[in-house]
């Protein structure tokens, strides 16, 4: 039988194309029912105040760089989607006095500039380097601050990047929020065009997906203007560089926050229920997260929200 159009964008693959059983089930989950999607391999975890929850999120980067020394380099991979976990990260290494001489940081993903055909640059306004760089890391003591070439940001040749994974550097923990299209970092669903026509890409295929430029679903275009643009969508590009499944593979650890603002009550549902119950399709990109050894979902309570209909 062949798969469904989608609702959104009929040219793309998407969670809408999805069977409507699978929809509905995901949608029918209480928050009892999300802690018992647990399983092994698979955490779910909920936090009662914001506050505690992006706590939680700033002291993996903590956790994670307390590890690193010189015969251990030990790094994280860290999203911009949330962002309230930075300026925590940056005051909870001053005052734990962390040197972060053996530390790394990747960043997940950038905007592309279609006119130059690089990166954006970081005096862009919503560069995610600009972000983090304004954040976190200016704000750490010189003293302890992390040395420059430990700080890998995706670039528009991604080669360099790339490299990076595979320079002996131990990646403990890749985080990240998960957009309305259900993606992490820019990994979103494929277009249907192709090869992908009449099917989406099976899991093992998207997997290889390595560090690359990619072309942004409309819904992904319409979430970044609302989040960080005011809603003004003419200013958000249309491709960006984006951290691979296959660089995602390498993390010891995959931590997903769900702070209720970047996906809605629906979206926060499936994809835990589709890891859960080990159900990998490319058209739900983060439901690849399936077949990854470690992976735990951070849910603030007050976000959670509810599928029922209420019309406002």
Same mark, same amino acid.
């Given at each position: ?66 590890? =690193?020394? =010189?015969? *251990? ?19 909870? %290494? *001053? ?6 001489? #053996? ?16 990166? /954006?640059?970081?005096?862009? @306004? ?31 040749? %991604? ?41 989406? @890409?099976?899991? =093992? ?13 409309? /819904? ?63 058209? /739900?990109?983060?439901?690849?997260? =399936?077949? #990854? ?20």
């Amino acid at each position: 039988m062949p798969r469904k159009t989608s609702y959104i964008a009929a040219d793309w693959w998407d969670y809408t194309t999805l069977e409507s059983d699978l929809i509905n089930d995901a949608a029918a989950l209480t928050e009892r029912d999300l802690l018992q999607l647990s399983r092994p391999g698979f955490e779910v975890a909920l936090y009662d105040t914001l506050q505690d929850f992006y706590l939680a999120e700033a002291l993996e980067y903590i956790a994670a760089w307390r590890q =690193a020394t =010189a015969d *251990n380099p030990v790094g994280i991979c860290g999203p911009i989607g949330p962002t309230e976990q930075l300026p925590l990260v940056a005051r909870l %290494v *001053n005052e734990l006095g962390l040197s972060l001489q #053996h530390a790394h940081f990747w960043g997940m993903d950038e905007w592309f500039d279609e006119t130059t055909q690089t990166e /954006v640059a970081p005096t862009h @306004p919503l560069s995610f380097e600009k972000a983090d760089r304004e954040l976190c890391f200016n704000r750490i003591h010189k003293n302890l601050e992390m040395p420059e070439a430990n700080l890998h940001f995706p670039k528009a040749d %991604v080669a360099g990047f790339q490299k990076t994974w595979d320079s002996g550097v131990r990646c403990a923990v890749m985080q990240g929020g998960q957009g309305e299209i259900k993606h992490w970092a820019f990994n979103d669903p494929l277009k249907r065009e192709g090869k992908w026509k009449n099917e989406p @890409p099976s899991a =093992a295929e998207y997997r290889e997906l390595a560090t690359r430029i990619v072309d942004l679903h409309p /819904v992904t275009l319409g979430q970044n203007a609302r989040t960080s643009g005011g809603g003004n969508i003419t200013m958000v590009p249309r491709k960006a560089i984006t951290v691979g499944p296959r660089e995602t593979w390498k993390a010891e650890k995959v931590s997903i926050w769900h702070a209720g603002m970047h996906d809605n009550p629906l979206g926060q549902r499936l994809t835990a229920l589709m890891i859960s119950k080990g159900i990998a399709d490319s058209a /739900v990109p983060m439901s690849l997260l =399936a077949d #990854h050894p470690n992976v735990k979902f951070n849910y603030y309570r007050g976000g959670l929200g509810s599928c029922s209909v209420e019309m406002h």
